[in-house]
């Protein structure tokens, strides 16, 4: 039994904004569930009024966009991880939400809900920050669209305003000679991360590194891109030195140390994260641009 | 506080709950439904002893709002066997000694169930893996993986057959 709240679950978008208005600051969305219900039972959390977000099918849907792949902010993560249909193309999206805590938590938890929640360990603002992707929002004063890199704005903390709801998220569809790929660290299968490192590697025709874009989880209160590792890549070819010599770099990062990780250890664990995610983005890269 | 009528089925059979809407699956289970077979460990998702299947998808019920469970299959493990006959996994963690106190093995059993439903040639470590979720504090997990394993359809053990609900 979570504390007592008002119960909403609208049928239309525009009734959820409508409830959510109307209840302020009092009211709390719920998506899967899995972060804030824990909270619920807690006491961490105590809205007046649950708006329950499930009924809203328009927020379901996956579609292609020319280049790029709207995901829908109810999408759950184990959709995601199957990667039928149009999920097919991005490979990296089925990778992150396998190491989304465990089989229950993606059975009914969201990607807009974990974007929403921002914990900083968590693998989707990680991923959406590394392919530059966008947070679709609707609000009182319409829509927005924002960029990962202004989105997320501390700890748990994002740029959404009193009333806002996320739409969607709007992620690049990588091309043919691009890949990512995930790797983390974690003491217990299914813990949040200590680091997660998400990389990105585009290749040029000639096997070069024509872009590489790299973040990381759990080295900060927000999901950071690592722009020294990336522009060392630039122009160069991706072999092993390489690769390694620009991970080197997250060194640069200054993470705090918690009770998990002291700040030294996750500094270590960023380096050697981002060079097996390049690396490995790097060969997935180069088998698809062969293919 | 809201009080709703919440109706879905259990293990097959029809049910309707009259509840706040801020208690969760599990207690209506345990409570209203007397469903006992399924265990509270930590009440925050974490355990995996809470686990059932919702529309045959595993789920911690503790992390299930009533409303949630509106209209939906609900399976716990008392639902995969038919009558007094066992299903052949929980026979397989019998004939491997794979229950020790037993608190975990519902939660075990019917996330084991959903797995090899998805994945019958499952290996020992993709079997590890598919139960990293579920927590057993009496011993080491060699004979719950040996029983799990022993059942798989695509390594020689008996098929899932339906489950109720």
Redesign the interface.
């Known amino acids: 039994?979570?504390?007592?709240?008002?119960?909403?679950?609208p049928a239309t978008l525009a009734d959820a904004l409508a409830l959510l208005r109307d209840h302020g600051e009092e009211a709390k969305p719920?998506a899967g569930?899995?972060s804030l219900?824990?909270l619920?039972?807690?006491r961490l959390a105590r809205p007046a009024v649950?708006v329950?977000l499930?009924r809203l099918d328009e927020l379901r849907a996956i579609r292609r966009e020319g280049d790029a792949l709207v995901v829908g902010a109810l999408v759950r993560h184990?959709a995601l991880e199957r990667g039928d249909g149009v999920l097919a193309a991005c490979p990296l999206l089925q990778e992150a939400a396998a190491l989304i805590?465990?089989?229950?938590?993606r059975?009914?938890g969201t990607i807009g809900g974990s974007l929403a929640h921002a914990d900083p360990a968590a693998e989707w603002p990680a991923v959406v920050r590394a392919l530059d992707g966008v947070v679709l929002v609707r609000g009182p004063a319409g829509d927005r669209a924002i960029p990962a890199g202004d989105f997320f704005v501390g700890a748990l903390v994002t740029a959404l305003r009193p009333g806002e709801l996320i739409v969607g998220v709007r992620l690049p569809v990588l091309g043919p000679g691009a890949g990512g790929a995930v790797e983390e660290f974690s003491r217990?299968?299914?813990d949040f991360a200590i680091v997660a490192a998400v990389a990105v590697v585009e290749l040029a025709p000639d096997g070069t590194v024509a872009r590489a874009r790299v973040s990381l989880a759990g080295a900060g209160s927000i999901p950071q891109r690592l722009p020294e590792t990336e522009a060392a890549l630039a122009g160069r070819r991706p072999d092993p030195e390489t690769l390694r010599g620009a991970a080197s770099r997250a060194s640069a990062i200054e993470p705090e140390g918690d009770a998990h990780a002291s700040a030294a250890y996750r500094r270590h664990l960023a380096r050697v994260l981002t060079a097996r995610a390049l690396a490995r983005a790097a060969a997935v890269a180069a088998r698809r641009g062969a293919a | 506080?809201?009080e709703?009528t919440v109706a879905f089925t259990l293990n097959g059979r029809p049910c309707e709950v009259r509840t706040?809407?801020?208690?969760?699956l599990l207690?209506i289970l345990r409570d209203d439904l007397g469903a006992m077979e399924v265990k509270e460990g930590c009440?925050?998702?974490v355990c995996?002893t809470c686990?059932v299947l919702?529309d045959g998808?595993?789920?911690?019920s503790?992390?299930?709002?009533a409303?949630?469970a509106a209209g939906c299959r609900v399976t716990t493990v008392r639902g995969l066997g038919d009558g007094d006959r066992l299903h052949p996994l929980q026979e397989a963690f019998v004939t491997q000694g794979g229950v020790q106190c037993g608190f975990c093995i519902p939660g075990m059993i019917v996330?084991a169930y959903?797995?090899l439903r998805d994945h019958p040639a499952a290996s020992r470590e993709e079997i590890r893996?598919?139960i990293?979720?579920?927590l057993c504090r009496c011993t080491g997990y060699t004979k719950i993986i040996d029983a799990i394993a022993s059942a798989a359809p695509g390594r020689g053990g008996g098929a899932p057959g339906a489950a109720g609900g």
């Open positions: 039994m979570t504390v007592p709240f008002d119960y909403r679950a719920l569930g899995q219900v824990p619920l039972a807690l649950l329950d499930n184990r805590g465990n089989v229950r938590v059975t009914l217990r299968a299914g | 506080m809201t709703l706040a809407a801020h208690r969760t207690e009440g925050e998702g995996g686990t919702l998808e595993p789920v911690s503790c992390l299930v709002l409303p949630r996330t959903a797995f893996r598919a990293a979720g579920n």
